[in-house]
């Protein structure tokens, strides 16, 4: 991939996690990465080609994240390892780029990718629920979960993440890392049962 590219797609995503994929033209895409707006067509067909782009360079950035932090899970501690998930997700919420346009295209999808983006979302979804069954399992067995099915145990979380998802909007960092740290530790003693350990 061609440097010119890369540089399109990451003022792209920047400027439309911004101002949103209808008030960001090609034209500024262009001038932020100091080339003229037809050399963008150099390497997208069009502005929904390019949004597009960005769209699944985040998701795969999320995806790889995700798998790696799997990777690297200790399966003799279930309980660590949800929070590992849950640090995880907060994590990438206040510190990457991608983060401020999955928030725009979550609430304010725009019309005419509202299917694409639906997709992508579910197919992020799947691969943290098959993590976080797979913790549930290996929690389950040493009799930690056994008062939350494993329904239970996927939805609840999803929720919980969703609920900080929506947090990060309205409030300050050092107002939302006490809020975030309130709702793990309810989160934590409403899902374990302690016998295990």
Known sequence: MSDNKVLIKNVALDLFGQ???E???LAEIAKEVGIKKP???????????L??????DLIESEVTAYRKTEENMNQQEPLKNIRVLFDLFCQRLMTTKEALLWKRVTFFPPEQFKDFIQEQFIYFE?????ILVSVYKEGFTKELFQEVTEDEFVASFLCLVDGVFLEHHYYTEKIFQKRI??????YA?????????
């Open 126 to 130: 799947k691969l943290t629920t098959s």
């Open 181 to 186: 740290e309130s709702a793990w530790k309810v």
């Open 51 to 56: 949004f597009i782009e960005v769209l699944k």
């Open 39 to 49: 050399s963008i067509y150099n390497h997208f067909h069009s502005k929904e080609d």
């Open 19 to 21: 101002k949103g994929y």
């Open 23 to 25: 008030d960001t033209s």
């Open 189 to 197: 003693l409403g899902i374990s049962s302690q016998k295990g350990e």
